[in-house]
Nanobody, 123 residues
Framework: VQLQASGGGLVQAGGSLRLSCAAS????????MGWFRQAPGKEREFVAA????????LYADSVKGRFTISRDYGSHVAYLQMNSLKPEDTAVYYC?????????????????WGQGTQVTVSS
């Protein structure tokens, strides 16, 4: 399974971006998908995840209320709508496919990873 992430870029604080993640195989439509991010000098951290059918979502406390993860029922494409962006959201964002249909926060639960897309928020 290959993952293609897109939608990153440079935005001013308070602005919005929408990330997309498309998996190469439709079998991933039976698995949860998630987004992680890694800022320079920091460890990779969980951002958000969504179940295989889009009904269940998880968010990191730092993005709750500002970011929204979504996917259509049975779709192999997931989205991350990021609003009210802050400079501390600057990072490389990675999408991933979970081993199971339900979302999780632990990176060990994800079996396939995308190449990452850079998000830079200027103050």
């Amino acid at each position: 399974v290959q993952l293609q992430a897109s939608g990153g870029g440079l935005v001013q604080a308070g602005g919005s971006l929408r990330l997309s993640c498309a998996a190469s195989r439709r079998t991933s439509s039976n698995n949860a998908m998630g987004w992680f991010r890694q800022a320079p000098g920091k460890e990779r951290e969980f951002v958000a995840a969504v179940s295989w059918n889009g009904s269940t979502t998880l968010y990191a406390d730092s993005v709750k209320g500002r970011f929204t993860i979504s996917r259509d029922y049975g779709s192999h494409v997931a989205y991350l709508q990021m609003n009210s962006l802050k400079p501390e959201d600057t990072a490389v964002y990675y999408c991933a496919v979970n081993r199971r249909p339900v979302p999780s926060r632990e990176s060990s639960g994800y079996s396939y990873w995308g190449q990452g897309t850079q998000v830079t928020v200027s103050s």
